[in-house]
Nanobody, 115 residues
């Protein structure tokens, strides 16, 4: 079955950049949509970015112009490039894959933006 393994989280200064990776096993072409979510302490999990099997992408307004979701099918990997990071971006970031009717989740990777 589909398994998602995330990497790339860590500590970064405000204004810095970070790239998250999500390695997918089980076949990316069997997945209709992949996404990145994040959850800050005490807050609900929110959708950050999505990419469809056709390559269409969208990001939530709060990260528009700063975050980019992409994929490398040859590597079976989805990325989230995060630039101009702010304190509000601190959260656990989760990779998500949707293939009806199942949602698959990665284990989460911590992103901490701090001076």
């Amino acid at each position: 079955q589909v398994k998602l393994v995330e990497s790339g989280g860590g500590l970064v200064q405000p204004g810095g950049s970070l790239r998250l990776s999500c390695a997918v096993s089980g076949g990316i072409f069997a997945i209709y949509r992949m996404a990145w979510y994040r959850q800050a302490p005490g807050k609900q999990r929110e959708l950050v970015a999505v990419i469809t099997s056709g390559g269409s992408t969208n990001v939530t307004n709060s990260v528009k112009g700063r975050f980019t979701i992409s994929r490398d099918n040859a590597k079976n990997t989805v990325y989230l490039q995060m630039n101009s990071l702010t304190l509000d971006d601190t959260a656990v970031y989760y990779c998500n894959a949707y293939s009806y009717p199942i949602n698959y989740w990665g284990q989460g990777t911590q992103v901490t933006v701090s001076s």
